[in-house]
């Protein structure tokens, strides 16, 4: 919204900043991180008088998360407030992606809404069925990887980049879409399973955003794209303002969400965050630097995945307990010893996803 005081400018004055996405990506930064600030503590208040006993706890959960009985959830919703405020006040709203991913969130959020809700009040963790979830998750993500593909340039549509050989296109053809909600759908439920201790999905989730926002900015930039040699993709840069939001309303909650979490993101913060990652992901033709980059998330699905087949097949289980964070903690891992752990490989992993535009 603000990207309009550009027009007042004569190409010298203050108005002339608002033409920059960076200056912009800033201002999104410091303004979701003092909503997130200003309204954290207020709107805590307000779900726990709400929900009363807060988020049900699984029976068969380490033993340690009983004592974090009555905490409420759905703080996600601190996070999308401040992203969508900060975003609608700096992005430049003309910008398709930045609709597209805009609308996997918010659409990802309300799924994770009624999850969170139908969870609270019955005081039960089963929630909304797996399969009306999984359903309207397609459903979205197919709708993403359609408005991404009218929108990408003639010469990438429907195409899938490789991260390192960069002059490698594979045409995928009618199955771009299919692949685009694998990817926004598996981004999704991969954070959903990650969002398990008190802070530690939020920083690999901002981590991640920080990485795609920075390739969103490269990759919307013929002089950065020439340089390194990675694919042009008109427009995408307008992302890095939403990512920059995203960072800031992520710190507003973590101050919240910190050992001892005062509330839990939920399943409204989890699937948006993650399915906000795999559109930006689509939206750059980043998509396989995604699964480096949220390496730690792809982790966490796989241990679920690989559990539940080899208990099946065999009756018996490869970890302590799935996802592979559990895992840790029966092992005697304290949480903050997990958490900041896991942060560590995140960065790493954001490391060397980077680093595959460099690499030519």
């Known amino acids: 919204m603000l990207y309009w005081l550009a027009n007042l400018s004569d190409g010298g004055d203050f108005f002339n900043l608002f033409r920059y996405i960076t200056f912009r990506a800033g201002g999104a930064f410091f303004t979701a991180l003092i909503f997130g600030f200003l309204f954290g503590r207020p709107l805590i208040d307000i779900l726990r008088r709400k929900q009363g006993k807060g988020q049900p706890i699984r029976d068969d959960g380490p033993a340690t998360h009983f004592a974090k009985a009555g905490t409420p959830t759905m703080g996600g919703l601190l996070i999308l407030s401040a992203l969508l405020f900060s975003t609608l006040l700096w992005a430049r709203l003309s910008n398709g992606y930045v609709w597209i991913v805009l609308g996997v969130t918010y659409g990802y959020a309300a799924i994770g809404f009624a999850d969170d809700y139908a969870k609270v009040t019955k005081q039960n963790v089963k929630g909304v069925s797996g399969r009306t979830r999984m359903a309207l998750g397609l459903a979205l993500a197919a709708l993403a990887g359609i408005c991404a593909a009218l929108m990408h340039p003639p010469e990438l549509t429907n195409m899938l980049t490789l991260p390192v050989f960069k002059d490698v296109l594979i045409n995928l053809g009618i199955f771009f879409v299919p692949f685009s909600m694998f990817v926004i759908v598996g981004a999704a439920n991969a954070v959903n399973l990650t969002d398990g201790l008190d802070g530690l999905a939020i920083m690999p989730v901002m981590i991640a955003a920080g990485t795609l926002g920075a390739i969103a900015y490269v990759v919307g930039r013929a002089d950065f794209t020439q340089y390194l040699g990675v694919n042009f993709v008109p427009g995408t840069g307008e992302l890095f303002v939403f990512t920059a939001a995203l960072i800031g309303g992520g710190l507003g909650f973590l ?59 065999t009756g018996k289980r490869v970890f302590l307990m799935a996802p592979i964070h559990h895992h840790f903690e029966k092992k005697g891992w304290a949480e903050p010893q997990i958490v900041i752990r896991f942060w560590i490989i995140s960065l790493i992993l954001a490391l060397i996803g980077l680093a595959t535009l460099k690499i030519r």
Not at 272 to 289: N, P, Q, R, Y
Not at 295 to 309: H, N, Y
């Open 255 to 313: 101050w919240y969400n910190a050992p001892p979490a005062a509330v839990f993101m939920g399943d409204t913060g989890s699937l948006a965050l993650g399915g906000a990652l795999g559109a930006i992901a689509v939206c750059t033709k980043h998509e396989l630097v995604l699964g480096v980059v949220g390496g730690l998330f792809v982790v966490e699905a796989l241990s679920v995945i690989i559990q539940v087949a080899y208990f099946k097949t």
